[in-house]
């Protein structure tokens, strides 16, 4: 059996990290995790706790090294250890989403230099940097110029022991839109408030699971409109709870922002709703594209558009057939190539021709 090690300051329970552990175990290879909680190791302290991890495993035989997301601050240190085979997952740009998207600080301040350097220097010490969509590798080699043949596009799937296709538990005559997310700017939640307004009267209701940046503003949106008897914001869930709430939904949502980030990325939330076949409505961006078909295997609507989410959701209400074979498409999509299983056995084929 062949050996991956994970290494890092990762969390094995956050999606990425569980769908990549998860697909090498299902492609038949041992996983080795050399890691530790930087919340109980600040500092320099994770960086000497990963050293005496490295130590217990030093003698192993690995066939793959792959630094965990978020991993920019400890790529040196398994360049130290691994050398030039390391495979780090990027997944995403620390400058573009602190920078950018969540609007932490500005261009010009030390934290995005910082953030600059950590997404250049990371990549270009690993032998091969992997993100999720081509969009992405486009970015990275025009702001950091990483070159393009060094990046592999890994989906972020979704996690299929959890997501996957259950008996519909509809509740109630009205039809049910299910969101959830982290309330930052590239999903767009304002929009399907927008959207939620045109529809106050037509016997729908939006369930909208998260917490975050934009809640407070969202919740104000929801309260000066009156929309409190049809939007619904339910705080934060457990994770493995989601698929509660997704089996109610008549349709899944994904994001809507206006930001740059916006094209390049193609959220977990699809994934997973896809995973459960459900029907998904998402703004027509280059990245979902690269996968994804309209009115195919999900429904696109206009970027930043409440009319026209509100329009799509209206239509897949009065095309119910239609609507169960854009699910049962989107779903079978994702079992053939979009699954754990798929995008790491698609990986190693990848990788397997370039050694």
């Known amino acids: 059996m062949k050996t991956v090690c994970f290494f890092g300051i990762y969390d094995p329970n956050y999606a990425r990290n569980r769908v990549l552990i998860s697909g090498f175990k299902s492609n038949e290879y041992q996983i080795v995790e050399c890691r530790v909680d930087p919340r109980l190791f600040p500092g320099m302290k994770k960086y000497i706790q990963l050293f005496r991890a490295y130590q217990k495993i030093r003698l192993e035989k690995l066939d793959h090294v792959v630094v965990g997301f978020p991993g920019h601050t400890v790529v040196w240190l398994a360049y130290l250890f691994f050398g030039r085979r390391v495979i780090f997952d990027a997944f995403l740009s620390l400058y573009d989403s602190n920078v950018f998207d969540r609007k932490i600080y500005s261009t010009r301040s030390v934290g995005a230099y910082k953030d600059w350097f950590l997404d250049w220097y990371s990549c270009t010490l690993a032998s091969k940097v992997l993100l999720d969509t081509h969009q992405h590798v486009h970015y990275f ?6 070159p393009e043949k060094k990046c592999l596009v890994v989906p972020i799937s979704a996690d299929d022991s959890i997501f996957y296709p259950q008996v519909k538990k509809k509740l109630s005559d009205r039809f049910t839109i299910h ?17 939620a307004k045109i529809l106050r009267n037509e016997k729908i209701i939006f ?3 998260g917490k975050g940046q934009e809640f407070d503003v969202i919740q104000k949106q929801v309260r000066d409109e009156q929309l409190e008897k049809t939007v619904l914001l339910l705080g934060k869930k457990e994770f493995e709870k989601l698929p509660e709430y997704m089996s109610k939904a008549d349709v899944c949502l994904g994001i809507f922002g ?12 699809l994934y997973e709703s896809v995973a459960m076949g459900r029907p998904v409505i998402s703004s027509d961006t280059p990245a979902l594209r690269e996968i994804f078909t309209d009115n195919e295997t999900i429904l696109f609507c206009t970027v930043a558009d409440g009319a026209s989410l509100a329009n799509k959701i209206l239509w897949l209400r009065e095309n119910q057939k239609k609507a169960e074979d854009i699910a049962k498409k989107g779903y079978v999509l994702f079992k053939d190539k979009l699954s754990p299983h798929a995008v790491v056995r698609d990986l190693l084929t990848t990788l397997l021709k370039v050694e």
């Open 179 to 195: 969101f959830h997310g982290m309330f930052i700017p590239l999903q767009g939640i304002s929009y399907i408030i927008d959207a």
């Open 207 to 209: 369930n909208i699971i």
């Open 258 to 269: 206006d930001t740059e980030k916006t094209k390049r990325v193609i959220p977990n939330k």
């Open 141 to 146: 080699n025009k702001k950091f110029g990483i």
